[in-house]
C-alpha cells in the first residue's frame, strides 16, 4: 500500500539498533505485523517513514534487521531514513540526552507525503477506533488527534491478535484518559495531524533541545496558540511496557533531574511556544538514496540550525472563546 | 308638699340633708375623676415627652444611617474599582508569568549550550595538547 503518490497516511516512527527497552528490533516487528494487517485489511494507503536516527557504527541497522525478522512487511510501504550519528552529537544541548527523538520525527514528517501524518512510537498497536476513524477517512485538517494510551504488559507472543490486546487482563494498569485542553499524556505515542498543517507550524520544537521530554506536550501548546483543535479519535492505541520507560518509573531521577537521559521533566513544556527555523527537520541535509531504497541524510554544517536560537522561543498566543495555551509551574 | 318644702328651701338657699349628702358625694367622686385624668394627663405628657425623644433618637440615627449608607455605596465604589484592578493585576501577572516561563526556557538553552560548548573546548584543547605533546 506504499506506493502511492500521495497516500492517506504517514506513519512516522523512530529507532535504532541500541537495544532501548530490551529487544527492541522484536518489539518493533510485533507492533509494525499487527499495524500492517490492521491497515492493509482495511484498504487504507499509507506508508511508513521510519527515521533511524544516529545509529550505531559498530551494529547493524534496523532496515537490515527488520525485514529479515518480519518478511512479510511490505518494504515499498517504508520510506526509511538513516540520520548521520554527527547530527545527534552537533544538536543536542544536554550531553546525557542520547536520542533526540522529536528531531528524529521531524525529519520524518518533514518528508512525508500522506494527507495526514501520524506521529507515533514503535511499540504502539492503533486500536480498533483509530483504526476505523482512519478507514473512514473522515478526518479534518487542523486537528490534532490524539489517542490515549493503554499500556500493556511485555508480551512474549511474537504475532498479536485482538483478543490478546483488548484482554483488560493484558492491561499493565488503569487505562489513561485524555483531558482538555491539552489532551496530553503520552502524546508522543499519537498525534496525527494533516501534512500542511504539520508543516505550518513546522514540526515538533527544535530550538529547545536540552530535553526531550514534554517536546510531544509542548507541541499541543504550539498547535492551540496556532489555532488548531485538538480532539479525541475516539479510541485507545496500546503501548507495549518495556524496561527503561519513562511510564513505569518517572520519578527514578527526582532530586537529580539534570541528570535523566530524558532531560528534566520540570521544563516549561506547557507553558511556552516556539518558532522552529524554516530548515527544520534537516531540511538542509543532503540525502543519499543507499541500497534497499534506505535514504541517508549526510552530515552538513547549513543544516544545522543555530547553537542558540532565543527568539524560537516565544509566549503562546491565547485565543478568544480557545483554552489559554500557558500554564506557570514553578520549577526551581 | 315635700316638693312644695324642697321650692321653699330652694328660695333661701338650702337644700335638705339628703339632697346635700348626694351632691357631696357627687362632688367628691368628681374630685377623683378629676384627680385620675389629671394623672393620666401627667402620664400622656410624660409619654409624649418620651415619644418625641424617640423621634429626635431616630432622626439622628437617620441621620447616621444615611451617612453609613453613602459610605457604604462609596466603599462598593472603591470594591468595584478594586476588583477591576485586581482583575487587570491578574491578567498582567498571567502574562509576567508567560515571560518568566520564556526566559527560564532561554535560560535553559542557554546553560545548555555553555555545557556542550565547555565539553566540545575542552576535548579540543586536550585533543591539541595530546597532539602537540606528542613525542615525534
Request: with cysteine; hydrophobic share 40%; glycine share 6%.
Amino acid at each position: 500500500m506504499g506506493h502511492a503518490a500521495e497516500p492517506f497516511l504517514s506513519i512516522v516512527l523512530t529507532g535504532r539498533n541500541d537495544g532501548y527497552g530490551g529487544d527492541f528490533v522484536a518489539r518493533l516487528a510485533r507492533a509494525l505485523r499487527f499495524n500492517h494487517h490492521q491497515l492493509e485489511s482495511r484498504a487504507v494507503s499509507y506508508e511508513v517513514v521510519f527515521v533511524e536516527w544516529a545509529p550505531p557504527a559498530d551494529r547493524p541497522r534496523l532496515s537490515e534487521l527488520l525485514f529479515a525478522v518480519a518478511p512479510e512487511l511490505e518494504r515499498r510501504a517504508f520510506a526509511w531514513y538513516v540520520v548521520d550519528p554527527a547530527y545527534q552529537t552537533i544538536l543536542s544541548l544536554n550531553p546525557r540526552l542520547e536520542y533526540l527523538e522529536f528531531l528524529a520525527k521531524n525529519v520524518g514528517v518533514r518528508r512525508a507525503r500522506g494527507r495526514f501524518v501520524l506521529t507515533s512510537n514503535c511499540d504502539v498497536y492503533l486500536g480498533r477506533r483509530v483504526l476505523e476513524a482512519i478507514q473512514a477517512g473522515q478526518l479534518n485538517p487542523r486537528v490534532v488527534y490524539r489517542a490515549p494510551r493503554h499500556d500493556l504488559k511485555p508480551l512474549t507472543t511474537s504475532v498479536l491478535d485482538w483478543t490478546l490486546l483488548e484482554d483488560p487482563k493484558s492491561l499493565a494498569g488503569p487505562a489513561h484518559v485524555l483531558k482538555p485542553p491539552y489532551m496530553g499524556s503520552a502524546t508522543g505515542d499519537f498525534a496525527m495531524l494533516d501534512r500542511e498543517s504539520f508543516h505550518e507550524v513546522r514540526g515538533f520544537n527544535e530550538v529547545y533541545r536540552v530535553a526531550r521530554i514534554g517536546i510531544d506536550r509542548n507541541f499541543l501548546v504550539k498547535a492551540l496558540s496556532s489555532g488548531f483543535t485538538i480532539a479525541d479519535i475516539g479510541g485507545p492505541v496500546y503501548h507495549e511496557n518495556h524496561e527503561g520507560s519513562y511510564r513505569l518509573n518517572p520519578r527514578a531521577y527526582e532530586g537529580r533531574e539534570a541528570e535523566a537521559p530524558w532531560g528534566d521533566r520540570r521544563w516549561h513544556s506547557g507553558g511556552v511556544s516556539y518558532v522552529n527555523p524554516p530548515t527544520w527537520g534537516l531540511g538542509l541535509a543532503p540525502a543519499r538514496s543507499m541500497a534497499g531504497g534506505t535514504v541517508h541524510l549526510d552530515f552538513a554544517w547549513e543544516a544545522i540550525p543555530p547553537l542558540v536560537d532565543l527568539r524560537g522561543v516565544v509566549v503562546p498566543a491565547a485565543r478568544r472563546g480557545g483554552p489559554s495555551p500557558g500554564q506557570y509551574v514553578r520549577k526551581r | 308638699m315635700k316638693r312644695l318644702i324642697n321650692r321653699l328651701l330652694a328660695v333661701f338657699g338650702l337644700v335638705s340633708a339628703r339632697r346635700y349628702q348626694a351632691m357631696t358625694e357627687q362632688a367628691e367622686r368628681l374630685k377623683v375623676t378629676a384627680n385620675e385624668w389629671k394623672t393620666r394627663a401627667s402620664e400622656v405628657a410624660t409619654r409624649v415627652r418620651e415619644l418625641e425623644a424617640d423621634v429626635k433618637r431616630s432622626a439622628r440615627l437617620a441621620q447616621k444611617s444615611k451617612l453609613s449608607v453613602d459610605k457604604m455605596r462609596q466603599r462598593r465604589q472603591d470594591i468595584d474599582k478594586l476588583r477591576s484592578r485586581l482583575a487587570d493585576a491578574e491578567r498582567e501577572l498571567i502574562v509576567a508569568r508567560e515571560h518568566l516561563m520564556a526566559i527560564e526556557v532561554k535560560l535553559d538553552i542557554l546553560e545548555g549550550a555553555a555545557n556542550v560548548l565547555e565539553i566540545r573546548t575542552r576535548s579540543a584543547v586536550s585533543q591539541h595538547h595530546n597532539q602537540t605533546s606528542a613525542p615525534a
